[in-house]
């Protein structure tokens, strides 16, 4: 008889405790409500500046539905066990998950509304101190944002008073539980699939952004990328037919026999005197604004005059979508590691570059940079190159730092400012041969620069000419503060050419301008929009100009600069190298003949390019001459490319473990 009372009151138990449930579940339901209405009235408005569309709202409500299910599901196992223990802790202890997710929940629609992009994984591979960096770069939080706490704060207080008076009936019990059991154990089937929206945009905004970050995270804390054994990393798929290099030692499995041919010997009349040579990296130059068809608009009207002049590539690709990528990537041609070749810092094997070929051919190195060169690691990176480096802590009282966002923290010094202090300091270089490398930073969020109401009319000024459709033109506006950094630092490529034109040296000089990776707060249009930059390579050495349509990236600029310098200066190089890319190709129409990963932020390795196909997280697509790309349902190219990107990983997990890329008789 007494087992049959302790049964009955277990049950009698258990059942409050899922009527208890019920009602504190709905409380974070109207929570996810409402975030999602901020979202749709304030984020995609001032994000993205485009109408509301039924079709989305639907689809994003469904897909908060499914996660919010999802994760409720396992919230009411924790309550249930909890209750039957402690009715009074078990309702404190998911008031308080609620409201730890809802600010989580807040923060990522907040950290959306910043950068467009719903934040991943990639929160794993910054530093805090970096991630401090950002955010203080920012300003912070502003006013806004902390009425937008308050309102939540609020609502959730009397939220809790108010649940405690609710009793609901028994069928809307039974359904919501009939619901949470059909959706807990089926609805990860009816996950978003990018490739199933129109536009990158479009699945960007309808995506839950806590769903997608919860996502990201438990593949990159509990799956990540397989590994196989190390002595099995060489695979048949890599031949000269797929990757077009010759591998030579499985001890170092990146390392090729180098058969980049020169491609620009043609292009410049060649001298006895070896050139100098200056390249001008430029932060978020993405070509949608940026140059000749910009889908945006140009707003660079000198770089586009200065391009008419040079030798162009308008198909042209950054390696990374934030700028840890580029210094590996232009001078090394290197594969990314982990998180990135520059997140190895001291640690970074042995490798090889132009700075170090050039510096061990008598030629000095000079890296200029207006913030932090220890952000990224850059600092370790251009060390190793034998360079000398000039950043936030080289400028002197004389310059001024970049507007403040309130807080009186900036990255550091404009544009103008950099170049100001690099004429500074190679005005009194006495060594003729030369490599500088300049990073620009003023097109940066927060987007401040001194005097920016003037530059807000320039952009006018430059719209008020376009010949673009209307919806195109509106969000143009919307994007004013952005865009007017992007004049700015157009200006001070003026004044940078218009003063390197009076150094005798300019004649020998070769300039090489191109972004670190496209503007991330203007959203893409597809997965390799965010790689899009220009290619501009100017000399008056040049003989003749040229524009390319053929797709490059910056993997191929280390192999063709040192073939050019191996056969127009008989600069000796190695006879193998491990560079990624192959060289410019200098076909005027559109084609891509490269092989070659793309890496969009650290912890996330999910782009391949291989032709004229581009695998996307798991997504085949096929790419136009605009690059444009379109599902693709070659299954034989989708396993083709796969089986590419595996290798490339296994590669690189292989010289991770080992450290080993280059041996030491290849190393300057």
């Given amino acids: 008889m007494e087992f049959e009372e302790a049964v009955a009151l277990s049950k009698s138990k258990l059942t409050r405790g899922f009527e208890r449930f019920v009602p504190s579940a709905l409380m974070l339901l109207l929570f996810f409500i409402l975030i999602r209405a901020y979202e749709i009235f304030f984020v995609w408005k001032q994000t993205f500046f485009q109408s509301i569309k039924v079709v989305l709202i639907a689809d994003s409500i469904f897909y908060d539905l499914l996660f919010y299910f999802q994760i409720t599901g396992f919230l009411c196992i924790i309550f249930i066990i909890i209750f039957l223990l402690s009715q009074k802790v078990a309702i ?8 730890i997710l809802t600010f989580i929940y807040l923060l990522l629609i907040l950290y959306f509304s910043k950068s467009a992009i719903p934040l991943g994984s990639d929160l794993f591979g910054y530093s805090i101190s970096e991630i401090t960096h950002t955010v203080g770069s920012a300003g912070g939080f502003d006013f806004g944002y902390l009425i937008v706490f ?4 609020s609502i959730m207080t009397f939220a809790f008073i108010w649940i405690d008076k609710i009793k609901l009936h028994k069928s809307v019990i039974s359904i919501f539980f009939t619901l949470l059991i059909i959706v807990f154990f089926f609805g990860y089937k009816f996950a978003p699939i990018q490739e199933e929206f129109s536009s990158t945009t479009d699945y960007a905004l309808t995506v839950n952004k806590f769903q997608f ?4 995270t438990y593949h990159y804390l509990f799956i990540g990328d397989f590994e196989i054994p190390i002595s099995n990393y060489y695979y048949d798929t890599d031949s000269s037919a797929t990757s077009g290099f010759d591998y030579t030692d499985p001890n170092y499995p990146f390392l090729h026999k180098d058969n980049a041919p020169d491609v620009l010997g043609n292009y410049f009349n060649i001298s006895a005197k070896k050139p100098v040579f200056v390249f001008l990296v430029t932060e978020s130059l993405g070509k949608g604004y940026s140059g000749e068809g910009a889908y945006m608009g140009s707003f660079t009207p000198f770089l586009d005059s200065l391009a008419q002049h040079s030798l162009y590539w308008d198909n042209f690709l950054s390696c990374g979508g934030r700028t840890f990528a580029f210094p590996p990537s232009i001078f090394g041609s290197l594969p990314f590691a982990d998180k990135g070749f520059l997140e190895l810092n001291e640690n970074m094997p042995p490798h090889f570059s132009i700075i170090k070929l050039l510096v061990s051919n008598g030629y000095s190195a000079k890296f200029f940079y207006g913030g932090d060169a220890h952000f990224d690691y850059m600092d370790t990176f251009f060390k190793k190159q034998n360079a000398q480096i000039f950043d936030i802590k080289s400028f002197g009282s004389n310059y001024r730092k970049m507007p403040s966002k309130g ?8 544009d103008k ?3 100001e202090k690099y004429f500074e300091i190679i005005n009194t270089e006495k060594n003729p041969k030369r490599i500088d490398v300049s990073m620009t930073l003023s097109m940066h969020s927060p987007f401040l620069i001194w005097n920016q109401d003037y530059y807000r009319e320039r952009v006018d000024q430059i719209i008020s000419k376009l010949n673009l ?13 952005m865009l007017s950094t992007v004049v700015y630092t157009d200006d001070a490529y003026r004044y940078f050419f218009n003063q390197y034109k009076k150094r005798p040296d300019f004649n020998n000089t070769i300039f090489i301008i191109t972004g670190d990776h496209r503007m991330p707060e203007i959203p893409i249009l597809n997965q390799i929009d965010r790689f899009h930059v220009p290619l501009i390579i100017f000399s008056p050495m040049l003989k003749r100009t040229a524009r390319f349509s053929s797709v490059s990236s910056q993997f191929d600029i280390a192999p063709s600069i040192i073939a050019f310098l191996n056969k127009e200066y008989k600069i000796q190089i190695p006879s193998e190298t491990t560079f990624m890319g192959s060289g410019l190709d200098t076909t005027r129409q559109f084609r891509d003949v490269h092989s070659y990963p793309l890496m969009r932020n650290k912890n996330e390795l999910l782009d391949y390019l291989y032709q004229d196909y581009f695998l996307s997280d798991k997504i085949l697509y096929h790419i136009d001459s605009d690059l444009n790309l379109i599902p693709s349902n070659n299954q034989m ?9 595996d290798e490339f990983k296994q590669k690189q997990n292989y010289m991770m473990k080992t450290m080993k890329l280059i041996p030491s008789q290849f190393i300057f």
């Fill in 637 to 645: 190219m989708k396993d083709k490319i796969g089986n590419l990107f």
């Fill in 407 to 414: 807080n009186g923290f900036t990255w550091g010094y404009g």
């Fill in 213 to 216: 970050f919860v996502s990201k």
């Fill in 469 to 481: 459709g209307k919806d195109i033109i509106a969000q143009d506006k919307s994007y004013r503060d």
């Fill in 150 to 153: 308050l309102i939540f704060i």
């Fill in 92 to 99: 404190i202890v998911f008031r308080v998950l609620g409201t």
């Fill in 417 to 419: 400012e950099l170049f």
